[in-house]
């Protein structure tokens, strides 16, 4: 399977990375043009593309930009494909969103909205970059970590959860793509590390008008 990257920052990278450990074939893009990823493709081992040439190259295309420029994408690309959301919303970097904050949407509602073509899947979003590069195991370890997946289409969600079990976690489905408030910044499930059990709790528990402290999923011990 070949998976496209659009996005070429800390998660990107990282992704990146893991990817190609697992023998995937990969193509990272970013805004600025092929040209400036040479020698981090080079290092990782994989290819660098034009964002068109990343999602055209994807069986997967994980999108991995800061929310407000996913606006930018151009919606035609995406046709037909399977699209993991990874992006977060961080008003500071983001600006504010008022269906956002007025809780009438979600961040992958957005994504699905502008690529009304596309089969969103969110999933990746709630690790950190260095978790996603350190925390993965063997499908079977013990206290093996679980991510949580979300989105309205069953077979993209199954080869979603078939990655990221290659990649070394195990999968917790949240439900549908509007249930996926329950992983996104600030919910208890957000970026902290939880085996399959602990982290169906956190989803449960979450609330959809309240927010974990600034920065307290930052540390492994939160
Ligand atoms: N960092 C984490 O631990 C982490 C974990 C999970 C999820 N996330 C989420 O993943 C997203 C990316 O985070 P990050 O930390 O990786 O950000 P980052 O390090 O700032 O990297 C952002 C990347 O997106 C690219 N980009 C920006 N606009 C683009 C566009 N219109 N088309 C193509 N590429 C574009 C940038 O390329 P240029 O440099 O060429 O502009 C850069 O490669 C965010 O939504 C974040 O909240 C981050």
Known sequence: MRIGIVGSG???KSLANLAV???????????RGPETLTGIAYEIGCQ???????????????????LKNIFQLTPEMFEGKI???ANNYYPHRDGQIAELD???????GLLARHLPQAKVVKAL????????????????APE?????????????????????????????????LSESWRFE?????????LDPGGLISALAKAERTVELPDGSWRTKSS
């Open 185 to 193: 910044r600030a919910k208890p499930a957000y970026c902290i590390p």
């Open 21 to 31: 450990k697992q023998s995937y074939q990969v193509m990272i893009s970013n805004s």
């Open 125 to 140: 979003n709630a690790i950190l970059a260095k978790d996603l590069t350190e925390d993965g195991r063997p499908s079977g």
């Open 83 to 85: 699209v993991i959301d």
């Open 144 to 176: 093996r970590r679980a991510l949580p997946i979300a989105g309205d289409d069953k077979q993209a969600k199954e080869v979603v959860s078939h990655l990221v079990d290659q990649l070394g976690f195990d999968v917790v489905d949240a439900g549908p």
């Open 48 to 66: 660098s593309g034009t964002v068109e040439e990343a999602v055209s190259f994807g069986d997967v295309v994980v999108v991995a930009i800061p």
């Open 102 to 108: 007025e809780h009438r949407n979600t961040t992958s």
């Open 10 to 12: 800390f998660i990107g």
